[in-house]
């Protein structure tokens, strides 16, 4: 028994280090979205910029699951180790090239197209990745046991953006602003090569799972995985079960909590994209220990309600979760210090005229300290050119938490991480039991990948759209409003997972036809 678990491991911790650099590749380009907007688009309009980032961002999630049919089919076909080596290759590949491509100053509308290329690359690599770490650990852990195991796997999501986040914060204390803004937005891309080479050292000594293998002497193995997985109505009636009645909800739960709720913060709240990292990664590091109690819960109680009471959890609580969030930022409740109140004006020289910038820092009786940069381009090819008419100002308000606040903020942000764990924390178990071995890889690959990378994947710009829709209607709770399709997806989700999900599914493992 100490062998196996020593066995056991050496697979997590082979399996785990890999899948955690592929979701920091992942992660590394949402994290710097604002960044790469100012990089890869026209400067010209930063909002549609930003919706182009998000929308390039989004496309690596919609061809997840072209990248489960694929590498899936390899992995039921040839087996779960070399198939998971070559999508770790893929992303590190994808991931470096990005960090090396040239900015749109530099090459145009090439830029964009480049940078949207690797981004389909690294989704569908990662459509590969997690269904053969997962199903390796599952097809190593003893009966009864596969929720606890599978649940370390569910970590390295969480750990690879923490890393990212971790990685994107010393890049910045190291760096000036301006060499970050320069060229050191390149690093954590650039760094994901060298731990992708070291992942692939302790990859490539690994075994097969001892299930495929048996599944293969047997010769019980699929010779057309795709047909089997979708083409058997039986099998595809727990593919879509799978999708609309855990995965899917899963996955929007999964993308609030971690992006959703960075982008709000740095985005709506105006909090410093730095103090909105660490906020994220404290509130990750604390909640990231919950994956592997909930798997452990699952084994105990069942998969399907420690999956459902997350999803209900985040239906009923997103609203006022993010309501407080908000009003943690609200300027108009509260009260500042007018005498501490500092202004400083600044003259840059530009090709096409002066720069002035205006800074004014205020501090509130919170501890909240808000900096408001105002900058002007002043005409100076005529003279008789109006000062105030030479441009729009453009203005950015950052705010910075203390005290009392600084910890609300990263609580609100630890409960929407635990809401995660619940839904998370059992999923690859649950989708591992109720598919059998000659089909699993490619069965538990589609569901997880369009429930995340469509329906998760797309909530970053979906959400930001339709609050900014209804900023424009002028509605007074417009931050609210990019809520309602996390929300909605969840409640269908619940209600179908509720209803026909059932202890009986893992019966399917026994399919053999």
């Known amino acids: 028994m100490q062998n196996n678990k020593k066995t056991l491991w050496k697979v997590i911790g082979a399996s785990s280090l890999g899948t955690l650099i592929e979701w920091y590749d992942f992660f590394i380009f949402g994290s710097l979205s604002i960044v790469l907007s100012t990089k890869f688009f026209p400067a010209d309009n930063p909002t549609a910029a930003f919706l182009s980032t998000l ?26 180790k070399y198939t998971f080596m070559v999508t770790l290759m893929l992303m590190g590949g994808a991931t470096f090239l990005i960090g090396c491509t040239p900015s749109y100053e530099s090459i145009g509308f090439f830029a964009p197209l480049i940078v949207l290329i690797l981004r389909l690359l690294q989704g569908l690599a990662l459509g590969g990745e997690y269904g ?35 990685v994107i914060l ?60 979708f083409g058997n109505a039986y099998n595809l009636k727990f593919v879509l079960l799978a999708l609309f009645g855990a995965a899917m909800g899963q996955g929007v739960v999964w993308y609030t909590g971690q992006f959703y709720s960075m982008s709000f913060m740095k985005t ?46 985040a239906i009923l609580t997103y609203r006022p979760i993010y309501e407080a969030m908000y009003q943690l930022t ?47 381009l002043i005409a100076t090819a005529a003279e008789d050119t109006p000062r105030e008419t030479a441009s729009i100002p453009v203005k950015k308000v950052t705010v910075h938490l203390a005290g009392a606040n600084y910890v609300a903020l990263v609580a609100l942000i630890f409960i929407q991480i635990i809401y995660i764990t619940l839904v998370y924390g059992p999923i690859a178990a649950f989708l591992v039991e109720i598919f059998p071995v000659k089909i699993r890889y490619t069965s538990m690959s589609l569901p997880y990948h369009v429930g995340n990378g469509i329906f998760g994947g797309l909530l970053p710009a979906v ?50 036809n």
């Open 55 to 80: 929308a390039t961002f989004a496309a690596g999630f919609v061809v997840r699951p072209f990248g489960a049919l694929f590498f899936g089919r390899l992995g039921d076909l040839i087996g779960r």
């Open 463 to 512: 959400s930001t759209y339709l609050a900014s829709n209804a900023q424009i209607n002028n509605d007074p709770q417009f931050y609210l409003a990019g809520l309602w399709y996390p929300i909605l997806i969840s409640a269908v989700c619940f209600i179908i997972g509720a209803l026909y999900i059932t202890k009986t599914m893992t019966a399917n493992n026994n399919l053999e």
């Open 268 to 313: 709506v709240m105006h909090v410093d994209t730095d103090q909105a990292d660490l906020i994220l990664g404290i509130a990750l590091l604390f909640g990231t220990p919950f994956f592997v109690i909930c798997g452990r819960l699952s084994d105990k109680l069942g998969r399907k309600w420690v999956m459902l009471t997350g999803m209900l959890l």
């Open 330 to 376: 609200n300027l108009e409740k509260k009260t500042e210090i007018v005498e501490k109140r500092q202004t400083k004006t600044t003259i840059n020289k530009q090709t096409d005229g002066n720069e002035e910038q205006l800074l004014v820092t205020r501090v509130f009786t919170d501890g909240t300290t808000v900096n408001e940069s105002t900058k002007n």
């Open 170 to 229: 010393l890049t910045r204390l190291l760096l000036t602003e301006q060499q970050f803004d320069g060229w050191g937005w390149r690093v954590p891309f650039v760094l994901s090569i060298f731990m992708v080479y070291v992942s692939y050292l302790i990859r490539k000594n690994m075994d097969e799972s001892p299930e495929f293998k048996k599944a293969k002497s047997e010769g019980k193995t699929a010779k057309n995985p795709l047909k089997e997985s």
């Open 132 to 166: 053969g770490a997962a199903t390796y650990v599952a097809e190593h852990s003893p009966e009864g046991q596969r929720g606890y195991w599978t649940s370390w796997i569910q970590t390295t999501a969480t750990f690879g953006l923490f890393i990212s986040l971790v």
